[in-house]
């Protein structure tokens, strides 16, 4: 079945530090690919998305590309602001699709001044 | 109102009752999701609506959980028989369709069973 794999927090970064959080996935067939993010206190939301390969999704500074050949969909962003600080989680929803999200584990940033 | 709803926000209940949670979507959004967020297991699916379509309940972890949606808008996830593995923070979401891009997510129903 269709799953996702994203790197274990937490991650501690100093403000303005380059930031990756890995993300795989299994899948069969072409599926789309989310980042969604929870701030302290909030409900989940979508940061970007992709919904083919070499697609690169972007919002508020990050970027992810699907990748299509290694599976995978790293989220990145050049300066981490404290402002960063969340829950994020990688998805993807199959190409079949009954439109449900397969959720990776969630890697919490903390982001120090 | 402008975002998904759900209701109560936080349930404590003892092991053995049932519980009922609420959902209002999105107006208008014809798809409805049931994820559940726990320590152990992440955010997992439970259960999919769109439309008169048949539910996908794909997600259901015991035959303890149902879930219903009544005139195509609000939502009822029920537990019965609750034990203390199911304490979770229960969340809902919609979205316009289902191959719409963003599904938009409730403040979630926290769940603990003593």
């Known amino acids: 079945g269709n799953s996702v794999t994203q790197m274990e927090g937490p991650v501690t970064l100093s403000e303005e530090a380059f930031l990756t959080i890995n993300c795989t996935y299994t899948a069969t067939g072409y599926p789309s690919l989310f980042w969604y993010v929870q701030y302290p206190g909030e409900g989940l939301q979508l940061l970007l998305k992709?919904?083919?390969?070499?697609d690169k999704g972007s919002n508020k500074g990050f970027e992810a590309t699907y990748r299509k050949e290694t599976t995978s969909f790293h989220l990145e962003k050049g300066s981490v602001q404290v402002s960063d600080s969340a829950v994020y989680f990688c998805a993807l929803r199959g190409s079949s699709n009954t439109g449900k999200l397969i959720f990776g584990q969630g890697t919490t940033l903390q982001v120090k001044p | 109102g402008a975002g998904v709803s759900q209701s109560p926000s936080n349930k404590v209940t003892e092991k053995g009752k049932d519980v009922e949670l609420r959902c209002d979507p999105i107006s208008g959004h014809t798809a409805l999701y049931w994820y559940r967020q726990s320590l152990g297991q992440g955010l997992e699916f439970l259960i999919y609506f769109q439309g008169n379509s048949a539910p996908d309940k794909s997600g259901l972890p015991s035959d303890r959980f149902s879930a219903e949606r009544t005139g195509g808008s609000v939502s009822t996830l029920t537990i019965q028989r609750t034990q203390q593995e199911d304490s979770a923070v229960y969340l809902c979401?919609?979205?316009?369709?289902?191959?719409?891009?963003?599904?938009?997510f409730g403040p979630g129903t926290r769940l603990t069973v003593l």
């Open positions: 992709a919904t083919k390969a070499d």
């Open positions: 979401a919609s979205s316009l369709r289902p191959d719409s891009d963003e599904q938009f």
